[in-house]
């Protein structure tokens, strides 16, 4: 489930041990902004703080468990990959920027460890990764000697050139009784002495302190500054700093490069989580269900109203062609009726026709196409042929003309073209 990680919110809990039992406090952190923080606050004991965390570890999908290990033994090398006077089956190490590194007493590991067991931890960093990680801008910019100031504890490195050449931890003796004014000489002598200390070490005789950068987590009076400038002839830098927060911080940069402890295996399906993907993942099985069934549906509809259209074009078609049909047919009956009633006309006419031919009169031809009639044949006299037949032509047809040609005999040979012209 290691893809659903970036989409989750981290919890950080950062344990910060003190003399007389831990501070906790955390961050609710999404993509790499917080969301909510949960005030520090005082524990004096390690049952304690194994219950205060469980419940905090509900407030996030995955939670980091961060310890400032100020107790074990430990200290800085000046190049990771040469350990010098140590024996190197002592001690566990871990390189910043691969070049120097820190390391802490193998057994004082193993004892936190055991320690935080039932706590269980995530990430477990040295001060000395802290004050690197406070002042790895001006390190590589300015020498100088670099503090960071905890309650009762004194933290100091002298960097030149960005490289290391001294490092320092400092164990202040607590004193509940001392006000703060005697508070502020305690980490002034406290300073002092670590110079001295770089200075008797010999490590670079041309390097000469005039600038102190101070990462302040007691938030000292002004007045602090004012007594390491006269006192030590320096130049002072200092910052107040929230320890829990840069350890938050810290812990997102640089996460287990400078752990001393590997990092927990993490489920990010917590009860609650499983709760929720499963009610999801039905939720998503109801919708594609539904989804394939509407899809079915449509489908289903879509086909049966295209078959539908289908056989209504196809039944319009036939009706058209039936319709179609009927009108050819009503057509062809009328025609029927037309040439019928025609025929019978022309029968009737003809009959009447060849009635109205009158005696002396003999036809020899008779043609009738469309409205034109023509008629051949032999009369006795024209007299008599216009007096009678003519005059019957005359009255039927619209014009009729007739041409007479005398035979041998006597009588007349005629052509007649008659013609009835539609009205």
Request: with cysteine; charged share 30%; proline share 2%.
């Amino acid at each position: 489930m290691k893809f659903l990680e970036p989409f989750l919110p981290k919890l950080y809990l950062v344990i910060i041990p003190s003399s007389q039992g831990f501070f906790l406090s955390g961050e609710l952190r999404k993509k790499t902004k917080c969301v909510k923080r949960f005030e520090s606050q005082y524990i004096a004991d390690v049952e304690s703080l194994e219950k205060q965390i469980k419940v905090f570890e509900k407030e996030g999908a995955i939670a980091y468990v961060v310890l400032l290990e100020i107790e074990a033994r430990q200290g800085t090398i000046s190049d990771c990959h040469h350990l010098e006077d140590l024996d190197a089956s002592s001690i566990e190490k871990v390189c910043v920027a691969n070049t120097w590194g820190i390391y802490i007493d193998k057994d004082d590991l193993f004892d936190t460890q055991r320690r935080y067991k039932e706590v269980g931890l995530d990430l477990l960093y040295s001060p000395f990764s802290l004050l690197n990680y406070l002042h790895k801008e001006a390190i590589t910019k300015e020498d100088g000697l670099y503090l960071l100031l905890l309650e009762d504890k004194l933290f100091s490195a002298v960097f030149k050139e960005g490289k290391l050449l001294f490092s320092e931890s400092t164990q202040l003796k607590p004193d509940p009784l001392a006000d703060d004014a005697a508070r502020l000489q305690r980490y002034v002598q406290s300073i002092q002495t670590s110079i001295k200390y770089f200075y008797d070490a010999k490590i670079d005789e041309a390097m000469f302190i005039e600038k102190l950068f101070v990462a302040d987590a007691l938030a000292l009076e002004i007045d602090f500054e004012n007594r390491l400038e006269e006192e030590l002839f320096v130049s002072v830098h200092r910052e107040d700093v929230d320890v829990a927060e840069t350890l938050v911080a810290m812990s997102e940069a640089v996460g287990v490069s400078q752990s001393f402890v590997e990092t927990r295996k993490k489920s990010v399906l917590t009860p609650e989580l499983i709760w929720l993907l499963g009610v999801f993942s039905f939720l998503v099985l109801v919708m594609i269900s539904s989804t394939f069934l509407l899809d079915h549906a449509i489908t289903t509809n879509t086909t049966h109203l295209k078959n539908l259209q289908t056989n209504a074009s196809a039944i319009a078609a036939k009706h058209e062609k039936v319709t179609a049909e009927i009108k050819r047919l009503e057509a062809l009956e009328k025609l029927r009726e037309r040439i019928t009633t025609a025929n019978h006309l022309k029968k009737e006419n003809v009959k009447n026709f060849f009635d109205l031919v009158p005696d002396g009169v003999t036809l020899t031809l008779a043609q009738l196409r469309g409205n034109t009639l023509r008629l051949e044949g032999v009369v006795a006299s024209k007299r008599h042929f216009n007096a009678t037949f003519q005059r019957s032509l005359d009255s039927l047809f619209s014009r009729s003309s007739t041409k007479f040609t005398k035979r041998k005999d006597g009588r007349y040979d005629f052509k007649n073209i008659s013609i009835m012209e539609e009205k």
